[in-house]
T-cell receptor
Framework: GAVVSQHPSWVICKSGTSVKIECRSL??????MFWYRQFPKQSLMLMAT?????????EQGVEKDKFLINHASLTLSTLTVTSAHPEDSSFYIC??????????????FGPGTRLTVT | RKEVEQDPGPFNVPEGATVAFNCTYS??????FFWYRQDCRKEPKLLMS???SGNEDGRFTAQLNRASQYISLLIRDSKLSDSATYLC???????????FGTGTSLTVIP
């Protein structure tokens, strides 16, 4: 149990375009989803926390107008990178945390999306 | 001061060796503690939660020391497949705050 999927797994886009990444919890309802970014040889950096049905909470330094997050249901959150630039190229990982017993504080990660902006 | 600190390593150990990692955290109100494993270019995977009484899962043992504010991970009889980066994760008192260490790199050598 506790499987999280992401789509797409890899995307290449041109500078100035927008990219949408989906994160789904497949076998549990995720009350909270997290979006992280990871640059090579660096640790995960939390970008934002989203709760179903409410606005996402962004970490300091993360532009909310550039990284649009929608958590429309208990099993789906999306991250849209708007007007992507080469410096946005990174590994984007989502995680989900359920509300059920045994899953309440553990995060389960999606497989990540590798974004390359040319 | 960082919320969570880990020795980045790298730790290079021979097969069969025992290796231990420590991780310190700064917020004494932290509630939950985890060890994750991350392979190169892959997502982190939960290795084990860390309970107050300590817990063991096969070759892996996790300990929590609240007084000194650190958690540890012990790997016995290291296997080649244990080579990965081990991430320490601490959950803050509000429940939605998760702090990651920078990870400790382990390479098990044949």
């Amino acid at each position: 149990g506790a499987v999280v999927s992401q789509h797409p797994s890899w995307v290449i886009c041109k500078s100035g375009t927008s990219v949408k990444i989906e994160c789904r919890s497949l076998d549990f309802q995720a009350t909270t989803m997290f979006w992280y970014r990871q640059f090579p040889k660096q640790s995960l950096m939390l970008m934002a926390t989203s709760n179903e049905g409410s606005k996402a909470t962004y970490e300091q330094g993360v532009e909310k107008d550039k990284f649009l997050i929608n958590h429309a249901s208990l099993t789906l959150s999306t991250l849209t990178v708007t007007s992507a630039h080469p410096e946005d190229s990174s590994f984007y990982i989502c995680s989900a945390r359920g509300g059920a017993s045994g899953l309440s504080y553990e995060q389960y990660f999606g497989p990540g999306t590798r974004l390359t902006v040319t | 001061r960082k919320e969570v600190e880990q020795d980045p390593g790298p730790f290079n150990v021979p097969e069969g060796a025992t290796v231990a990692f420590n991780c310190t955290y700064s917020n004494s109100a932290s509630q939950s503690f985890f060890w994750y494993r991350q392979d190169c270019r892959k997502e982190p995977k939960l290795l084990m939660s860390v309970y107050s009484s300590g817990n063991e899962d096969g070759r892996f043992t996790a300990q929590l020391n609240r007084a000194s504010q650190y958690i540890s991970l012990l790997i016995r009889d290291s296997k080649l497949s244990d080579s990965a980066t081990y991430l320490c994760v601490v959950n803050g008192y509000t429940g939605n705050q998760f702090y990651f260490g920078t990870g400790t790199s382990l390479t098990v050598i044949p």
